[in-house]
């Protein structure tokens, strides 16, 4: 086999590859990247056993084979390459990479030992790549990477009548992004980490879905992903999400996020970097106090709503979370000092947090 | 006392201070920075017992004071204001620090405890502090961190007729670095860390030289420095510079160093990362072999020597160190296979690299 194709394709490919396969494994064979040679171009996939992962590489190709070489080697060989275009030669055992004046030669491994990756050819329901990947970035925060209940390190993905809605919560936070979506799809449970990982390979143009048992495979024109489902019942999130708003404020969240962060610095990193909001007058007051000293910033908001003032308190870090996929205006939505609040975007957009207050 | 102070050039001299002040300690006091206030500015200080760092910040003050602060929390919240305009307010124990909406107290600590610092007023000999800081900043890369010998965890600094040089060595390469100096100064050996430090603080202008017992104070405009110095004797390392050379070649730094970082991927981190240079015909080649394979590099140089060629190993990570300081093209000087070479710039600028060669 002979190939030669373009260092940046083959390098994004192999970037992709890289963060699924694992650079050390008890199973060597893991740690490998399977190439299957077409005379169109590479096709690379690779596993970590939660994952399975494929990407096109369109290549020149004279007389395809299929080998598999050490995968983190080879990236990181691609990337140090100067020149535009690699030739990839397959003769017995050795794959020879040549750009230059530059000639490595890798030894290959055991292609028959490699573990079969098959991916599915129909798709179930289609939903927007780009909005799916924004949907899941945006609410990736609210899942936890510790909690002992499974559920709560995913992110549920709900087909409604005209609009898909994902949903990730930690018990303490909820976030929630609602966006377009047609179609018959399932109700479902992606690992918060193997949402990470879908993020990153979605772009633009359709993600076709198809359901497995207990798996779900996500096609787009550049990749193929297989990954396992989470099983269980997602907590009733709807039951938390606060029906009467007492008090509202809209500010720019970007003064919200610096001010927070500002008082933050002193906050009791002990007590849930607790920071106080008190609203009143078309003020929002900031406060937080630790064993240094104490911290307040005032802020003009437009407030708005039945109650004339409210206090309450949040965790530092869970505010900034919440307000992170928002741009342009934040509102702040009050149903009580003991009771959640909403942080959304002001007009719209989908994405909404719910956040327990702390205790007084 | 009451202070108004630009945020940036405060944040600047706070940067510094961070960078030498500990963030946490088992005596609470060395976290802590003392500020004294002048009429003119104020003069922020902190010590880690190795190296007294003093900055001067100017600043508008009323009713001048001294007061001591948490170091870090301070540089933290500065570094977080909003606006352009800090002032400092001293109420009894309170520190307020205040910009646009945002007010923080923050709890001084106690001054009389504190440790006093103090630097000369005299100069014994003055150095320019750009030069000193470039010619610190070549060599402080083979100087050890680990080295049980104190005097390879430092860099020397002799004052020859008329220029100085500085030396550093791990026993294993030696990096030398010459610059313009006049004056007589004393050969003393400064730590490697403290080097990095000074480093930071030197730039334009004059840095003056004070010598005490065991001990190097260093004065610039902006900054006092006092740091410990290193006892013992520095190896002879000139010892070790060849003298004959009996091959040489010049090419293009960038390209070697990006040759030496592809060809390393495939060498053997058991084996001190070695690398192959081979030279003849005006061609250097690069090789090196590990588990997974081979690598090879062929680039084109401008040869020179009495020998025709010439056959050498070095430890990759050594040979990009030694290249690091050297822009444009470098000239490797070659004096045998198991004899030391030199990597230096060509068209001269002081510096130089001795490496010893890895056995065959």
């Given at each position: 086999?002979?190939?030669?194709?373009?260092?940046k394709?083959?390098?994004?490919?192999?970037?992709?590859?890289?963060?699924?396969?694992?650079?050390?494994?008890?199973?060597?064979?893991l740690?490998?990247?399977?190439?299957?040679?077409?005379?169109?171009?590479?096709?690379?996939?690779?596993t970590?056993?939660?994952?399975?992962?494929?990407?096109?590489v369109?290549?020149?190709?004279?007389?395809?084979?299929?080998?598999?070489?050490?995968?983190?080697?080879?990236?990181?060989i691609?990337k140090?390459?100067?020149?535009e275009?690699?030739?990839?030669?397959?003769?017995g055992?050795?794959?020879a990479?040549?750009?230059?004046?530059?000639?490595?030669?890798?030894?290959?491994g055991?292609?028959e030992?490699?573990?079969?990756?098959s991916?599915p050819?129909?798709?179930?329901v289609?939903?927007?790549?780009?909005?799916?990947?924004?949907?899941?970035?945006?609410?990736?925060?609210?899942a936890?990477?510790e909690?002992?209940?499974?559920?709560f390190?995913?992110?549920?993905?709900?087909?409604?009548?005209?609009?898909?809605?994902?949903?990730?919560?930690?018990?303490?936070?909820?976030?929630i992004?609602?966006?377009?979506a047609?179609?018959?799809?399932?109700n479902?449970?992606?690992?918060?980490?193997?949402?990470?990982?879908l993020?990153?390979v979605?772009?633009?143009?359709?993600?076709?879905?198809?359901?497995?048992?207990?798996?779900?495979?996500?096609?787009?024109?550049?990749?193929?992903?297989?990954?396992?489902?989470?099983?269980?019942?997602?907590?009733?999130?709807?039951?938390?999400?606060?029906?009467?708003?007492k008090?509202?404020?809209?500010?720019?969240?970007?003064a919200?996020?610096?001010?927070v962060?500002?008082?933050?610095v002193?906050?009791?990193?002990?007590?849930?970097?607790?920071?106080?909001?008190?609203?009143?007058g078309g003020?929002l007051?900031?406060?937080?106090e630790g064993?240094?000293?104490?911290?307040?910033?005032?802020?003009?908001?437009?407030?708005?709503?039945?109650e004339?003032?409210?206090?309450?308190?949040?965790n530092?870090?869970?505010?900034?979370d919440?307000?992170s996929p928002?741009e342009?205006?934040?509102?702040?939505?009050f149903?009580?000092?003991?009771?959640?609040?909403?942080f959304?975007a002001?007009?719209?957009?989908?994405?909404m947090a719910v956040?327990?207050?702390?205790?007084?």
């Amino acid at each position: 086999m002979r190939a030669h194709v373009t260092k940046k394709i083959l390098s994004e490919g192999l970037g992709l590859l890289e963060r699924v396969i694992p650079s050390r494994s008890s199973n060597p064979l893991l740690t490998a990247l399977k190439v299957e040679a077409s005379e169109a171009g590479l096709t690379l996939s690779g596993t970590n056993l939660e994952i399975d992962l494929s990407c096109f590489v369109p290549a020149e190709v004279q007389e395809p084979q299929s080998f598999v070489v050490p995968a983190h080697l080879l990236a990181q060989i691609v990337k140090s390459l100067g020149g535009e275009l690699v030739e990839l030669e397959l003769t017995g055992n050795e794959l020879a990479v040549r750009a230059g004046g530059s000639d490595f030669k890798l030894q290959t491994g055991d292609l028959e030992a490699y573990p079969p990756l098959s991916f599915p050819s129909h798709a179930d329901v289609s939903l927007d790549a780009a909005e799916l990947a924004r949907a899941l970035g945006s609410v990736r925060y609210a899942a936890s990477n510790e909690a002992f209940q499974a559920v709560f390190r995913g992110i549920k993905l709900e087909h409604r009548a005209d609009f898909a809605r994902v949903v990730a919560s930690d018990g303490y936070r909820v976030a929630i992004r609602d966006f377009p979506a047609s179609g018959d799809g399932r109700n479902l449970i992606v690992p918060a980490r193997s949402a990470d990982e879908l993020i990153r390979v979605l772009r633009e143009g359709e993600a076709r879905f198809t359901y497995g048992e207990g798996t779900l495979s996500v096609t787009t024109e550049r990749v193929r992903m297989n990954l396992k489902l989470l099983e269980g019942d997602f907590p009733d999130y709807e039951r938390v999400i606060p029906k009467e708003i007492k008090l509202q404020v809209t500010l720019p969240a970007t003064a919200l996020k610096e001010a927070v962060n500002r008082v933050a610095v002193l906050a009791d990193k002990n007590a849930n970097n607790r920071v106080e909001f008190m609203v009143s007058g078309g003020k929002l007051l900031l406060a937080a106090e630790g064993d240094y000293g104490r911290a307040q910033d005032t802020l003009d908001v437009v407030q708005g709503g039945s109650e004339p003032a409210i206090s309450l308190a949040f965790n530092a870090r869970h505010v900034l979370d919440a307000l992170s996929p928002i741009e342009g205006d934040a509102e702040l939505l009050f149903s009580g000092s003991t009771s959640p609040a909403i942080f959304r975007a002001s007009g719209g957009g989908g994405y909404m947090a719910v956040m327990v207050t702390l205790r007084v």
